[in-house]
């Protein structure tokens, strides 16, 4: 689903963000993503969608070459992709469900496809009964269920969640993961850039380590076993 070969990024500033990046992701696997602050989290996270471009190596997301897609068809390659973020970036002079309905709204659906869609994505995070409240109203953990039913309204087959569980508590965190869970389970690919290393540690999925553009660790290996794990642990 997701496959990196060789991928190196390389800033105008001369600053090497990822080098010689190599890793897959299957259809349904749920991988976290951590390193220190400046580690290539983010830029990773920007190649998946377009919004960088590698300097070198061949990234391929959806059986699609990403070399090959050009600016004009970026919106159409990204609507297979969707992305939650830690602070929700929810819209608060909008209701719940018109939150939910931006995507499908800028692509061009009919209302009564839209409506069926963010009902059902609504339904899936616990918040239909909430499709009217301005997001404001809700708690924390409610908004980010509301980004995570944004992100999906479209029916992605990758979802990237960066920090997801960054402001919420461990119950909290454990309800998203639920979710991520779940997706997973009918065919999503779901990345989760995090630094919660409380979280990773309480479930086995596939970790994706970062230390200054480099990939160090790849596998389900416990953090407490890998020998960088003191250079992510605090200041965040």
């Known amino acids: 689903m997701i496959h990196f070969h060789k991928i190196s990024k390389r800033y105008e500033n001369g600053n090497d963000a990822l080098l010689n990046i190599s890793f897959e992701l299957d259809q349904g696997e749920i991988t976290f993503l951590t390193g220190h602050s400046g580690a290539g989290k983010s830029t990773l996270l920007k190649l998946i969608m377009l919004i960088e ?15 090959k897609v050009g600016r004009s068809a970026i919106p159409f390659y990204r609507r297979q992709i969707g992305m939650v973020f ?16 931006l995507p499908l709204i800028i692509a061009g659906y009919r209302p009564r496809e839209t409506g069926r869609r963010v009902r059902a994505a609504l339904d899936k995070v616990g918040l239909l009964d909430k499709e009217n409240l301005s997001p404001i109203a809700l708690s924390g953990g409610e908004q980010q269920r509301v980004g995570i039913a944004r992100a999906v309204v479209n029916k992605p087959r990758i979802l990237i969640a960066d920090e997801p569980t960054g402001n919420l508590d461990p119950e909290l965190s454990a ?14 690919t779901v990345l989760i850039a995090t630094h919660d290393l409380g979280l990773i540690s309480r479930y086995d999925h596939r970790l994706l380590s970062l230390d ?18 003191q250079i992510y642990t605090g200041g965040y």
């Open 53 to 67: 471009r590698p300097s070198g190596g061949r990234l391929i997301v959806c059986d699609q070459d990403t070399a």
């Open 86 to 101: 830690q602070n929700h970036q929810l819209l608060f002079d909008r209701t719940v469900y018109d939150n939910v309905a």
């Open 175 to 188: 309800e998203i993961m639920d979710l991520f869970d779940q997706f997973s389970q009918v065919g999503v």
């Open 212 to 229: 200054s553009g480099q990939l160090i660790s790849d596998g389900t290996d416990s953090i407490a076993a890998d020998p960088h794990h």
